[in-house]
């Protein structure tokens, strides 16, 4: 059974401040995914990370895979009020039904 | 942009009723998932389904749990005989290829008395 051990469960921080959220497991994944998920509604995609130690950026949000595509990690740079939320990684495995195995989540409260 | 849809929003059951939860995929999509969340908990992968089949399923998805597609647009979970721990949200997903994103819908949030 594929875990993914996400740290930290609940961050709450000040507007302007940055923050940087881990996503680790023991078993390696085909590709990352980043979800921000609202009360009452479905995971919505942020980024797809594929390729061990690729970076990618959304505005101030930086997504890096793990050179050995074990673990990820999300840094907001300067958060906003409007970052708040829940931060859902998701690994895509090599089984025959390709489902995403989710981490436990990241509850972010950005005060202004 | 296209999205997947779920129907309905919310659905409470007496327990050990049947329900059936809806969900239209993206349309040139062929692969579907439906996962779960129990409240406070993780998202939970159930089931997925590829080629008129199911490709895998976890150890929640037995014998109460069935998934159709009965047309070329939907695609649905049964739950025979509902139980209390069945009250969760449950989604829908779909992707075009086999590595490609997975795009979840909205949910259903399904609460069973």
């Known amino acids: 059974t594929q875990l993914l051990e996400q740290s930290p469960q609940f961050l709450s921080i000040q507007e302007g401040e940055n923050l940087t959220v881990y996503c680790n497991s023991s078993s390696v994944f085909s590709s990352l995914q980043w979800y921000r998920q609202e009360p009452g509604e479905g995971p919505v995609l942020l980024v797809t990370v594929v390729t061990g130690g690729e970076v990618k950026k959304l505005k101030r949000l930086t997504f890096q895979f793990g050179d050995a595509r074990k673990d990820s990690s999300l840094h907001i740079t300067a958060a906003q009020p409007g970052d708040t939320g829940l931060y859902l990684c998701?690994?895509?495995?090599?089984?025959?039904?390709?489902?995403?195995?989710f981490g436990g989540g990241t509850r972010l409260m950005v005060k202004p | 942009e296209p999205e997947v849809t779920q129907t309905p929003s919310h659905q409470v059951t007496q327990m050990g009723q049947e329900v059936i939860l809806r969900c239209v995929p993206i349309s040139n999509h062929l692969y579907f998932y439906w996962y779960r969340q129990i409240l406070g908990q993780k998202v939970e992968f159930l089931v997925s389904f590829y080629n008129n089949e199911i490709s895998e399923k976890s150890e929640i998805f037995d014998d109460q749990f069935s998934v159709e597609r009965p047309d070329g647009s939907n695609f649905t979970l049964k739950i025979r005989s509902t139980k209390l721990e069945d009250s969760a949200m449950y989604f829908c997903?779909?992707?075009?290829?086999?590595?490609?994103?997975?795009?979840f819908g909205p949910g259903t949030r399904l609460l069973v008395l």
């Open positions: 998701a690994g895509l495995g090599y089984n025959a039904g390709n489902m995403l195995t």
């Open positions: 997903a779909s992707r075009k290829g086999i590595r490609e994103t997975q795009y």
